[in-house]
Nanobody
Framework: QVQLVESGGGLVQPGGSRRLSCVAS????????MGWYREGPGKERELVAK????????KYADSVKGRFTISRDNAKNTVYLQMNSLKPDDTAMYYC?????????WGQGTQVTVSS
């Protein structure tokens, strides 16, 4: 079965950096677009970034452009989210996602808290 396991979250100071990882299993990772989403306190879940199976980023949320970078390593079945210049507004639970047909799969999430 499809499994997505995120890691790398934690407490970081404003202006700091963090790299999130998502290890996928149970499907042919190299054949699918992968995404990172986040859900902040009192906010709806929103798309952060997506990357195609060929390793080309397809979309970044306006709020993270120039600060976040999505990448993937198909040999390791892993997608990454490098987050730089973090702001308190980036505080959220971050989720890895894959859409297969009409079904969305999600990991359990990893919490990122940006605070001094």
């Amino acid at each position: 079965q499809v499994q997505l396991v995120e890691s790398g979250g934690g407490l970081v100071q404003p202006g700091g950096s963090r790299r999130l990882s998502c290890v996928a299993s149970g499907f042919s990772f190299r054949d699918y677009t992968m995404g990172w989403y986040r859900e902040g306190p009192g906010k709806e879940r929103e798309l952060v970034a997506k990357i195609t199976e060929f390793g080309l980023p397809t979309k970044y949320a306006d709020s993270v452009k120039g600060r976040f970078t999505i990448s993937r390593d198909n040999a390791k079945n892993t997608v990454y989210l490098q987050m730089n210049s973090l702001k308190p507004d980036d505080t959220a639970m971050y989720y890895c996602n894959v859409l297969q047909g009409l079904r969305n799969y999600w990991g359990q999430g990893t919490q990122v808290t940006v605070s001094s």
